[in-house]
């Protein structure tokens, strides 16, 4: 086989099915999780999976009020030229909105710390761009031509990739009760790689990421009964 196709069909293969929520081993370079080498793989229903941890001493009786705090954007997902700053704002706003909207419905959300009220952290860490995956016809000789042309060229449909780290404290003493690490996935949403993200494309999998950070509070509450009773 030529070497140069037998070259573009292995680069081919490294493409294909790339893209995933789990955060990568470069996302897991987290900007304020505290425990990140105790994270462990979770996956609450199908495709939500993300990295979490949960103190082994925290204790459901000691919390029974929550703080949320609105989603922080960090600098470093500013950056990104074809993720606008006004977009990551709005995907700010709507995860405070409805995380706030949906733990209403279980906690007391209040809005000053207390000895019994846990706080909840959010921040949208970084972003960006990836190629979409390949699918298994363009790993065949002429579709690998076609789609590695593509990458190469730029006009290649790419996916955007979204870190938010959650982090669930003491309001008190910001003692660490547990956290978590997600990635809001939309894949082969940017026709190339010049075009700027529009909110739109993504609002659906935003409002779908939220049930992560929801499912991840209620998780967190589990052990925490399960904590109690064990050393009770």
Not at 11 to 30: I, W, Y
Not at 120 to 134: G, V
């Amino acid at each position: 086989m030529n070497i140069k196709l037998l070259s573009i069909i292995s680069f081919s293969l490294v493409l294909l099915g790339c893209s995933s929520r789990l955060p990568t081993e470069d996302e897991r370079q987290t900007q304020f999780i505290k425990n990140n080498d105790k994270l462990i793989e979770v996956e609450y229903i199908e495709d939500a999976t993300g990295l979490q941890w949960v103190s082994p001493t925290v204790e459901i009786s000691e919390y029974n009020k929550i703080l949320i705090n609105d989603v922080g954007i960090h600098q470093n997902a500013k950056a990104v030229r074809q993720i606008p700053e006004s977009v990551l704002d709005k995907v700010s706003e709507r995860l405070t909105t409805i995380v706030k909207q949906e733990l209403t419905q279980g906690v007391e959300v209040v809005d000053k710390t207390g000895a019994d009220t846990a706080t909840l952290n959010i921040m949208i860490s970084r972003a960006s761009t990836d190629f979409e995956d390949l699918q298994i016809t363009e790993v065949l000789p002429y579709g690998a031509l076609i789609g590695s042309a593509k990458a190469l060229l730029g006009t290649r449909d790419r996916n955007v990739r979204i870190l938010v780290e959650s982090q669930l404290i003491d309001s008190k003493t910001d003692e660490v009760l547990a956290e978590r690490v997600g990635v809001i996935l939309a894949k082969g949403i940017l026709e190339n790689d010049d075009v700027e993200l529009e909110y739109e494309q993504i609002k659906e999998t935003v409002e779908l990421f939220t049930q992560d950070i929801v499912h991840f509070i209620r998780v967190t509450a589990y052990q925490a009964a399960i904590n109690e009773k064990e050393q009770s």
